[in-house]
């Protein structure tokens, strides 16, 4: 009744705004406009390797370690050595330790070893010139894994080698 007695100007605007007020209504309480911006997926850092050994040959040293899970997400392994003269507690860690090698898994096959029996487990190594250690010196290695978001997963066990 208000509205058939208003001039049409104010008639044409006030049921604009009515129309818009009920779409707003609807989408507020559908909670289409309480959403806001998606949320980013949560990415779980990848699962640490696991050293398994040092092997010591006349002019090599061999790091095997092993990935226990899936490697369908990880994109490289990252091997990390640190040098000191002297054996002690506060050293044993890996813990200050460099950067000496990058493992893309896109040349898994030059690295991985394989068990018998035709079937490939997720062991690889890391091969090291004897040449470039320091003799007298203690060696400890770390693996990380990285996955395709670039994030590292934890320092895996660490193994100490001491270099005659």
Same mark, same amino acid.
């Given at each position: 009744?208000?509205?058939?007695? @208003? ?6 605007? &006030?049921?604009?705004? &009515?129309?818009?007020?009920?779409? &707003? ?57 640190? %040098? ?7 050293? @044993? %860690? ?18 991985? &070893? ?30 990380? %894994? ?19």
């Amino acid at each position: 009744m208000l509205l058939i007695n @208003l001039p049409k100007k104010n008639h044409f605007i &006030l049921s604009g705004l &009515l129309i818009i007020f009920i779409i &707003l209504f609807v989408l507020i309480l559908s909670g289409c406009a309480k959403t806001g911006y998606p949320q980013a997926p949560t990415v779980q850092p990848p699962y640490a390797p696991h050293i398994i050994s040092i092997k010591k040959k006349a002019d090599s040293l061999t790091v095997i370690y092993k990935y226990k899970f899936n490697t369908g997400n990880i994109k490289e392994f990252l091997i990390y050595e640190k %040098s000191f003269k002297k054996k002690t507690k506060k050293n @044993l %860690s890996c813990s200050q330790v460099k950067l000496a090698a990058i493992q893309n898994l896109k040349f898994a096959k030059k690295f991985k &070893l394989n068990e018998t029996g035709n079937r490939s487990m997720n062991i690889f190594f890391y091969k090291i010139n004897k040449s470039a250690l320091k003799r007298g010196y203690y060696y400890i290695f770390c693996v990380k %894994s990285k996955n395709y978001f670039d994030i590292s997963s934890s320092f895996s066990n660490f193994l100490a080698l001491h270099i005659n």
